[in-house]
DNA sequence: AGTCTGTGCTACACATATTGTAGCGACCAG
DNA sequence: CTGGTCGCTACAATATGTGTAGCACAGACT
């Protein structure tokens, strides 16, 4: 898919229940670890790209277009791309995951 | 793939933070959605299956395999595969998801 | 014995998604 | 006008996921 118009519920969610549809989003590879780099501060396309292992701008420029049009992400002229309020929300629930794998996988 | 060892941190996490690798364990697809599945009883392989939309057998057993290594999910005789201890704790997480996705995609 | 039905799971060819690199056009500074 | 940044696109190579078929095992029933 070099081009593709998102914004269906992505894959299997036919019920068309929100969570399966969040969970689709959230499903697809390097999501929620945008979703995480954004959660303290703005970044621009390409620090972004930097924090995320330089995944390539294909698969970047994708995800964020998804994130923007499900209202997780909005991009301001000159910060970058940022959290919107609701995506704020879902922030904070990264944190959980992350109190989490810190309490249990310390050691790996 | 058909077959893999399955047992380094996925992708990108080099740097060995425990966030990392659950970011990227949940980020492959299916994951969450089978987390989500088992939240509240345990499954057998094939009504797990049939739950996930028929997901193909080659990948819900790739999964499972990642989740069980990472003490997410166990496996009993009789009942199938069910949440660890730990498994419920994240669970957990993902019902703070469904509230959210709830809350600001009603109308999806 | 034989055939149902269910289980977990593997094989494999086909389709789709991701990666990596190159590079464009726009902007700004010197 | 050169050299830096920016967001982003193109595209071929590769990795990953899909779908169907089917195996080996177990228990129930005839």
New interface residues.
């Given amino acids: 898919m070099t081009k593709k118009t998102v914004n269906q519920p992505v894959?299997?969610s036919?019920t068309?229940r929100?969570?399966?549809?969040?969970?689709?989003i959230?499903?697809?590879?390097?999501?929620?670890?945008i979703l995480?780099e954004l959660r303290d501060s703005p970044l621009s396309f390409r620090a972004l790209r930097q924090r995320?292992?330089q995944?390539s701008p294909t698969v970047l420029n994708d995800r964020l277009k998804i994130l923007r049009e499900s209202?997780l992400v909005q991009r301001e002229d000159g910060t970058g791309y940022r959290l919107s309020q609701?995506g704020e929300?879902?922030g904070t629930?990264l944190l959980?995951?992350?109190r989490?794998?810190?309490t249990?996988?310390?050691g790996?």
Avoid: F, K, Y
């Fill in positions: 894959r299997g036919t068309g929100p969570i399966m549809v969040l969970l689709d959230l499903g697809q590879r390097w999501t929620l670890r995480w995320c292992d995944v209202g609701a929300e879902l629930t959980a995951l992350n989490w794998a810190e249990h996988w310390a790996r």
